[in-house]
């Protein structure tokens, strides 16, 4: 069964940083990997999907890369800002299913 | 139209009531979900629509019924809910192997 964690649980950090939040899966046999971003109260946006033959995908100050064989993907925002401030889901998608299997979330709050 | 979108915001109902969640799309997606989240937790799958056909129940109460009366509507049915049923419920829609796309969800309260 696919089990899907992130680390940290939660980060607070000055404007400006670089983070990296990290997302592990148990079963490398996946079709995708999708990062999202939620407000509180709000529905999911999607920042970035990445094929299970692609390395790495980018977006503005987000990047975030697939390692398959170790069942790790990062998402690496540069320059942070209070904006950033959400909660960061990635999920997975397995060749035979229409299912999402999501991670436990990082909440990321950015202070000026 | 890049987006899905979801009415009401917010419901609020009692257990003996019945109220329907509506969500649409016009991105020609052929695949709608209905999702359930509760606070601090990630969203769960409830119900998954392929070309309008019922393609996956994870074994939701029956007090939830979902409808697809074409391919750009969803609806959730709701029918004599308990208050743990109180939760963000998201609608999405995706093709094939594109992204999921989420609507912004309809924060639902059972008194």
């Known amino acids: 069964k696919q089990e899907v964690t992130q680390i940290p649980a939660a980060l607070s950090v000055p404007e400006g940083e670089n983070l990296v939040l990290n997302c592990s899966f148990t079963d490398s046999a996946i079709y995708n990997l999708q990062w999202f971003r939620q407000d509180p109260g709000k529905g999911l946006t999607s920042l970035l999907l990445i094929q299970s033959s692609q390395r790495e995908q980018t977006s503005g100050r987000l990047n975030a890369s697939l390692d398959k064989s170790s069942g790790r993907s990062t998402l690496y925002i540069a320059a942070s800002q209070p904006g950033d401030s959400a909660t960061y889901l990635c999920a997975v998608r397995a060749f035979d299913t229409d299912k999402l299997i999501f991670g436990t979330g990082t909440r990321l709050q950015v202070f000026p | 139209d890049t987006e899905v979108t979801q009415t009401p915001k917010h419901l609020v109902m009692g257990m003996t009531n019945k109220k329907s969640l509506k969500c649409e799309q016009h991105m020609g997606h052929r695949a709608m979900y209905w999702y359930k989240q509760k606070a601090k937790k990630p969203p769960e799958l409830m119900f998954v629509?392929?070309?309008?056909?019922?393609?996956i129940n994870e074994s939701v109460p029956s007090r939830f019924s979902p409808e697809c009366p074409n391919s750009s509507l969803l609806n959730l049915h709701l029918h004599a809910l308990q208050p743990e049923d109180s939760a963000l419920y998201l609608c999405a829609s995706s093709q094939d192997l594109t992204s999921r796309v989420f609507g912004p969800g309809t924060r639902l309260t059972v008194l």
């Open positions: 629509y392929s070309y309008e056909k019922l393609s």
